[in-house]
């Protein structure tokens, strides 16, 4: 009897592995252009301005299961890396603090009278040499009045902007609780694109390659796991095409992207189970 119990458990075990040993994570490469900024106290410091362009990166895992009971209303919700928000306006980065991970993907299908997407990260890392806000917010909201947009509250793993109004309002706000000092920034995006990366909950290898500055525009680095270190990389373009390899000589590799043209490439390292780490090029 204690014999076929353990086989039991050992069967249920096996079968809760096979379903949760791999997730996909998928990226939303958004582009956009700042068109309204509130910041009376100067807190940017003058540095953003409108027409600046916005350049970001949103991650979300398409395994994720919908935690609203509402049957037009989904809401993901994500509490670790690497899923949440990354935005870059002029060199100031806002993202989503990855030691507290707050990140809501809602999918509205016909509910009041309209389609809606909501990207909305609620724990954030603003850059240094701004105040210390104690309220921070990034946002990306889609809206369609005409209920045309969707026809289901699955997991979106493509937007297709055409499909929305053309208000695309992306927004990163911060407010401290001790003073007035405040800031609001709004954006329109104007493209988007996506790659999906396969990888495995257990590839450690893959969770601590981190590729940065991305978007960038003469140099990158890319920061490795001691295992990885001696792997080799390949860079390659839309087409497939190598323009690009090279070995992996620390924990972090530089890397020289200045005579590539501006687009869009892909990474691949040896021995990081995953499809390909996207780089945009300015």
């Known amino acids: 009897m204690k ?3 353990l086989y039991l458990l050992s069967l249920l075990l096996l079968n809760f592995l096979s379903l949760t040993i791999y997730s996909q994570s998928h990226s939303l490469y958004i582009k ?66 990855p030691d507290d991970v707050n990140f809501l993907f809602e999918v509205i299908d016909n509910h009041n009278n309209r389609d809606n997407l909501l990207f909305r990260s609620y724990a954030n890392v603003f850059p240094e040499d701004l105040p210390v806000f104690t309220d921070t917010h990034i946002s990306w909201q889609l809206d369609d009045a005409t209920q045309t947009a ?49 990888s495995s ?37 839309q087409a497939g095409r190598t323009v690009m390899r090279g070995k992996l000589e620390g924990t972090v590799t530089g890397v020289d992207i200045r005579k590539l043209p501006a687009g869009i490439y892909f990474i691949k390292i040896d021995q990081a189970e995953t499809s390909a780490f996207k780089l945009m090029k300015r």
Do not use: H
């Open 3 to 5: 014999r076929k119990l």
């Open 32 to 97: 956009g252009v700042v068109t309204y900024i509130d910041d009376t106290e100067n807190a940017l410091n003058s540095s953003i301005i409108v027409g600046d362009t916005i350049y970001g990166t949103i991650t979300y895992d398409l395994s994720c299961t919908d935690n609203n009971t509402l049957p037009e209303v989904a809401d993901y919700w994500y509490y670790n890396t690497p899923n949440g928000i990354d935005i870059n306006i002029n060199g100031y980065t806002f993202k989503t603090d």
């Open 150 to 198: 969707l026809d289901n509250t699955d997991i979106q793993e493509y937007i297709e902007l055409s499909a929305w109004e053309q208000d695309f309002g992306l927004s990163v706000r911060g407010s401290t609780v001790t003073s007035d000092t405040s800031f609001s920034i709004k954006s329109d995006v104007f493209y988007v694109d996506t790659v999906n990366i396969f």
């Open 201 to 237: 909950i257990n590839d450690q290898y893959y969770r601590d390659v981190k590729i940065f500055p991305n978007p960038a525009t003469d140099m990158i680095k890319i920061d490795v796991a001691p295992e990885l270190m001696g792997a080799g990389y390949v860079l390659t373009d």
